[in-house]
């Protein structure tokens, strides 16, 4: 079974309509990261939370909203979805322990492709 | 001016060719992360380095942390190590670390 899962896979959508990504993991790590990835542009940083009770806002915050359910659940909405959010999106997980920098390695989701019409 | 860039943007070569993909930044970082993403779009970390080399079979990351600058090297290349390569460093930003990523190498390695 993979480590970082997220639902759905792929989502067509219309203008307006609310829209949860969910990411789940097993890793059991503390930190997890959501991210989308346009064409020809680096990933970027959505939301990311350090724990159950931690949530900060990354470069590309407006439009979207998060929760942290669980210590291996974070979910990513779109409260009104517009067509520029048609994107791949990515869920990521990192251990981060303090020390050393090489606990920062990030572990992917398989991605969600939405489309927004 | 971005602050990770990769070169080259396309890079296609025979099977069998030893193939270097550079990875430059221009603010001091924690560490450098190489990603590879396939085809099909899933993301799988390759290394996670702060400094010297590290090699996991045909893949050697090397960081020189003093110039600002990481390689990805691949030995013998292969068709199936067609995939796009990431580069990501780690940057402070107040109490946070944060990955800031290049835009990726696209690799094409022909039989």
């Known amino acids: 079974d993979a480590d970082v899962t997220q639902t759905p896979r792929n989502r067509i959508t219309k203008t307006g309509k609310r829209i949860m990504l969910e990411c789940s993991q097993t890793k059991g790590h503390d930190r997890m990261y959501w991210y989308r990835q346009d064409p020809g542009l680096g990933l970027r940083l959505i939301y990311y939370?350090?724990?159950?009770?931690?949530?900060n806002k990354g470069e590309i915050s407006d439009g979207y909203s998060v929760s942290r359910q669980a210590q291996a659940k974070f979910s990513l909405s779109l409260e009104s979805a517009i067509p520029n959010q048609t994107a791949l999106y990515f869920c990521?997980?990192?251990?981060?322990?303090?020390?050393?920098?090489?606990?920062?390695?990030?572990?992917f989701g398989p991605g969600t492709r939405l489309t927004v019409l | 001016k971005n602050e990770v860039e990769q070169s080259p943007q396309n890079l296609t070569a025979q099977e069998g060719e030893f193939i270097t993909i550079n990875c430059s930044y221009s603010v001091g970082i924690s560490a450098l992360h190489w990603l590879q993403q396939h085809p099909g779009g899933g993301i799988v970390s390759l290394f996670m380095?702060?400094?010297g080399k590290k090699k996991h079979g045909r893949l050697i990351a090397t960081i020189n942390i003093q110039e600002k600058h990481s390689s990805l090297h691949i030995t013998a290349s292969h068709p199936r190590d067609s995939a796009v390569y990431i580069c990501a460093a780690l940057i402070s930003s107040g109490s946070a670390r944060q990955l800031t990523f290049g835009s990726g190498t696209q690799l094409t390695v022909l039989p």
């Open positions: 939370s350090f724990d159950v009770k931690d949530i």
């Open positions: 990521a997980t990192s251990d981060g322990a303090r020390g050393l920098a090489e606990n920062n390695e990030q572990f």
């Open positions: 380095l702060s400094s």
